[in-house]
C-alpha cells in the first residue's frame, strides 16, 4: 500500500458540510461547484475551509465545475465572461500532454500555471504554449504520473 493514497470524497463548497464528513475517514476532498462559482468569494471559502480541516492531516485536492453551464441565457453569459471560473487557475494533470492542444485550451481559457508529470515526446511543445502565452504560464513538472492505464 502507498502511503501517499489518501481516501477523498467530493464535497459542495459548504463549510459546515466539510466538517460533517471529516470524522469519517476523509483524508482528502475535493470542493465542487454546480455549473459556475455562483459568485463565490473563494478567499474567504478558503479561510473557512482551513479553519474547518484545523490540524487534521486532510487536503483539499481540487476546486471544481460540474454540470452543463448552458442551462440559460445569464448562466451562458456568465460562464463566457468567467471563462467557467477557470481566470486565474492551475491545470492539473495525473498524465502527460501529448499534444500542446490541451495546454492551448486551458491557456485561451485564462489559466496561469500548470502541473503535471511530463514524459511525452512532445513535451517541448507544451512548453512552448506556456512561453508564447501572454502573459506566460508557468509549468511544473512532477515527475510522477498518478494515472494508469
Known amino acids: 500500500m502507498h502511503s501517499d493514497?489518501?481516501?477523498?470524497?467530493l464535497v459542495h463548497s459548504d463549510p459546515n458540510y466539510i466538517r460533517q464528513i471529516l470524522p469519517h475517514g476523509f483524508e482528502s476532498i475535493s470542493i465542487t461547484f454546480w455549473q459556475t462559482l455562483g459568485g463565490s468569494d473563494l478567499k474567504k471559502l478558503?479561510?473557512?475551509?482551513k479553519e474547518v480541516i484545523g490540524g487534521r492531516d486532510?487536503?483539499?485536492s481540487t476546486l471544481s465545475i460540474f454540470g452543463n453551464p448552458l442551462g440559460t441565457e445569464a448562466i451562458d453569459e456568465e460562464t463566457r465572461a468567467s471563462r467557467g471560473g477557470l481566470i486565474g487557475a492551475a491545470m492539473v494533470s495525473d498524465a502527460f500532454?501529448?499534444?500542446r492542444d490541451g495546454v492551448d485550451v486551458g491557456i485561451t481559457q485564462g489559466i496561469t500555471s500548470i502541473v503535471q508529470p511530463g514524459g511525452s515526446e512532445?513535451?517541448?511543445e507544451s512548453i512552448v504554449a506556456c512561453n508564447e502565452a501572454v502573459?506566460?504560464?508557468a509549468?511544473?513538472?512532477t515527475g510522477q504520473r498518478a494515472f494508469r492505464h
Open 139 to 141: 509549468m511544473v513538472y
Open 58 to 60: 486532510v487536503k483539499v
Open 5 to 9: 493514497i489518501r481516501i477523498g470524497t
Open 122 to 124: 512532445r513535451d517541448f
Open 46 to 49: 478558503a479561510a473557512e475551509v
Open 135 to 137: 502573459p506566460k504560464v
Open 97 to 99: 500532454f501529448p499534444f
